[in-house]
């Protein structure tokens, strides 16, 4: 890897061509470790995962552009601050929609890091897979 590390981080479920623009975007940015949100995750929105997990993080291993893979733990989806303290990424990529919604403990956990936060414009333009199952 890299020695800057960018962190990636969603449910990815299932993965589309709005997740490869979006992993693309982050790889310009340094090597990207990409923490796949638990199953949990999928269905507090409302939604039976597509595919589980480990299906999700062997995909997501599977692509070029992706470095490593993380496979997050809480249900909840409350570790991502503990996995950016874990890593200490140099940035973390989320999409625009996730601008001034990030959880305070993701935020704090950035912000004593000095990890970056950069935000994915063209997510704004793509639905996402919630959208896209509903129909």
Known sequence: ???????????????H?????????AAQHGSVLVRVAPD??????????????AERVQHLAALRM?????????DDGDD???????YRPSALVKGAEWEGH??????QACEDLK??????????????STERLAG
């Open 115 to 128: 990890t970056e936060l950069i935000f994915y414009r063209g997510s704004l333009t793509e639905r996402h």
């Open 40 to 53: 949990g995750v999928i269905r507090a929105k409302g939604r039976q995962p597509f595919f589980r997990q």
């Open 66 to 74: 992706v470095d490593a893979v993380v496979a997050g733990e809480d």
């Open 80 to 86: 991502l601050s503990a996995v950016i303290r874990h």
């Open 1 to 15: 890897m890299k020695s800057r590390i960018v962190l990636a981080d969603g449910c990815f479920d299932p993965l």
């Open 102 to 107: 990030l959880p305070a403990d993701v935020v």
């Open 17 to 25: 061509s709005g997740h490869l623009r979006y992993l693309t975007f």
